[in-house]
């Protein structure tokens, strides 16, 4: 069974559109993330949430909206996208106590 | 600009060669994590050190960490060639409820 799955793997778009991702855990976990990972392989936080509710933004632009409709599931919409938003989006959920992060296998975002 | 910065960026060695990679980082940690990125695939956890420990192991994986020079590295003994991928550690900030990740190290392996 995968731990966390994130759908599509892949999304190739053109500006403008409005995209999303999905992501899901099995793990029980009370915390989910986004992360970014550029071209040079640079991992940027952008959102978790705890239980439904957000409790970090890293100052990502409103275009990028979370959603967690459940703790199991935390999804990620894009709107008007820009070639900038070109990258490998990362869902990961956390493991309380130890703060050992699982990662999904990434969604590979190209906008062109 | 990131927590953590890695050294060195790419390293190349041949099959049963010992890799050293190092991470430094900023402020003031909880703990130090490591993780390994296979090419195309999602982060995998290998090591994590709390801040009032200094060196651990795990199999072929030797961890130290230096809290008074901010700096941890990750040694791999007898690396195999697959071992060749990406490596990143990732600090916890007291309070911060997030992992801050390093620029990461590409290690290839040739057998």
């Known amino acids: 069974d995968t731990a966390v799955s994130q759908t599509p793997k892949y999304l190739v778009t053109q500006m403008g559109n409005d995209k999303s991702i999905k992501c899901e855990q099995n793990l029980g976990h009370d915390t989910m993330y986004w992360y970014k990972q550029d071209s040079k392989k640079f991992l940027k936080i952008m959102f978790s949430y705890n239980n439904k509710e957000l409790i970090i933004n890293e100052t990502v632009p409103n275009r990028f909206s979370p959603k967690s409709p459940d703790k199991a599931h935390l999804n990620l919409h894009i709107n008007s996208l820009e070639l900038g938003d070109s990258a490998v989006y990362f869902c990961a959920s956390i493991q309380r106590g130890t703060g050992e992060l699982f990662f999904g296998e990434g969604s590979r975002l190209t906008v062109l | 600009s990131q927590q953590g910065e890695e050294d060195p960026q790419a390293l190349s060695i041949q099959e049963g060669e010992n890799a050293t990679m190092n991470c430094s980082y900023k402020?003031?940690?909880?703990?130090l994590q490591w993780y390994r990125q296979n090419s195309g695939r999602g982060l995998v956890h290998l090591i994590l050190?709390?801040?009032?420990?200094r060196e651990k192991h795990s199999g072929r994986l030797r961890v130290t960490l230096d809290t008074s020079k901010k700096s941890s590295s990750l040694l791999i003994t007898a690396s195999r060639a697959a071992d060749t991928a990406s490596y990143f550690c990732?600090?916890?900030?007291?309070?911060?409820?997030?992992?801050?990740f390093g620029d990461g190290t590409t290690l290839t392996v040739k057998p």
């Open positions: 050190i709390r801040s009032n420990e």
């Open positions: 990732a600090t916890d900030a007291w309070n911060a409820g997030k992992s801050t």
């Open positions: 402020t003031s940690i909880n703990n």
